[in-house]
């Protein structure tokens, strides 16, 4: 099946740091990806629409300047976290489309726990 | 506003019982999907439903997507301690491909 790697699967960082994570998709072309954000016990919320070539759409309550976006090519997105703070932690998944024959299906990375001390 | 419901958020089960998580929602899907997470990685789909009142089996597990395509379940037979995780229903919303979560089903099945 299609493969999403994410690097890296966990990180460290102090307050007032900036930490970039990686999505890619292994064996097929993305041209959309997707950033999920997961507290402990609690299900995916998505943060933002990543386009490759153009900006990324985030949702409502997602500061964009905060959570950057850069979709550089069809197989990586990256998501920089600028100025983490405590309260940035969580666990970030990422997710890429694959354009089967009859629909799209998304594929979720493993993840990224961040977090910022 | 949470257009999918999940139900149960949490289940504990003793191995070989039966148990049935449901996904509802007042809207209508053209698809819902299924998806278990295990700890510290990210959710693998199971299955795709896409038509009314479709049944789709996966060894022990049964999906059904409702006629009215605004719900669907997830029966599990003779659950196992292996089936212990993080069960998640997910539909298309708007447009461009995203998902919509209901709030995960944490389920623990104890030998």
């Known amino acids: 099946g299609a493969v999403v790697s994410q690097h890296p699967s966990r990180v460290i960082c102090k307050s007032g740091t900036s930490v970039k994570i990686e999505c890619r998709s292994l064996?097929?072309?993305?041209?959309?990806m997707f950033w999920y954000r997961q507290f402990p016990k609690q299900s995916l919320m998505l943060m933002a629409t990543?386009?490759?070539?153009?900006?990324?759409?985030?949702e409502q309550g997602v500061e964009k300047d905060k959570f950057l976006i850069n979709h550089a090519s069809l197989t990586l997105s990256t998501l920089t976290v600028t100025s983490a703070h405590p309260e940035d932690s969580s666990f970030y998944i990422c997710?890429?489309?694959?354009?089967?024959?009859?629909?799209?299906?998304?594929?979720f990375g493993p993840g990224t726990r961040l977090l910022v001390l | 506003t949470q257009l999918l419901e999940q139900s149960p958020q949490f289940l504990s089960i003793q191995e070989g019982e039966n148990l049935t998580v449901y996904c509802n929602s007042s809207?209508?899907?053209?698809?819902l999907q299924w998806y278990r997470q295990e700890p510290g990685e990210g959710p693998v789909l199971l299955v795709t439903?896409?038509?009314?009142?479709e049944v789709k089996k996966l060894k022990r597990l049964t999906f059904q997507f409702g006629d009215a395509r605004k719900d669907s379940s997830l029966h599990i037979t003779a659950a196992q301690p292996g089936d212990t995780g993080l069960y998640l229903c997910?539909?298309?919303?708007?447009?461009?491909?995203?998902?919509?979560f209901g709030q995960g089903t944490e389920l623990s099945v104890k030998p």
């Open positions: 997710s890429a489309t694959r354009q089967g024959l009859y629909q799209e299906t998304q594929y």
């Open positions: 064996d097929f072309q993305a041209t959309t």
């Open positions: 990543s386009n490759e070539g153009s900006k990324a759409t985030y």
């Open positions: 809207s209508v899907f053209s698809s």
């Open positions: 439903v896409v038509t009314g009142g």
């Open positions: 997910a539909g298309p919303y708007n447009q461009g491909g995203k998902l919509i």
